[in-house]
């Protein structure tokens, strides 16, 4: 696995919680620290990903007699067309 020289900035809390992990010897530096927290959230957005996915698979795959009505979509999405709409007025 190739290495980066990277510069970046935290948060006193994340600096903090980082020293804590290194410290609890569950990695030799705070580099490490960060990177494998890294590498941990990308898997755990990976999983719920593939969760979302096979609910929607196991959805789809209902009987159309399964399934719910949801009404009026235009209701469902008012709230974001609001907001988008207020977006473009301060442009």
Request: charged content about 30%; aromatic content about 4%; cysteine-free.
């Amino acid at each position: 696995m190739s290495v980066q020289k990277q510069s970046v900035s935290f948060t006193d809390t994340a600096i903090a919680f980082a020293k804590e992990l290194v410290e609890a010897g569950e990695y030799p530096t705070v580099s490490a620290a960060v990177s494998g927290e890294l590498v941990k959230a990308k898997a755990g957005r990976e999983r719920e990903r593939l969760v979302l996915e096979a609910e929607l698979e196991r959805r789809l795959a209902l009987p159309l007699d399964q399934w719910e009505p949801v009404g009026d979509a235009s209701k469902a999405t008012a709230g974001a067309r609001a907001h988008l709409a207020a977006m473009a007025r301060k442009i």
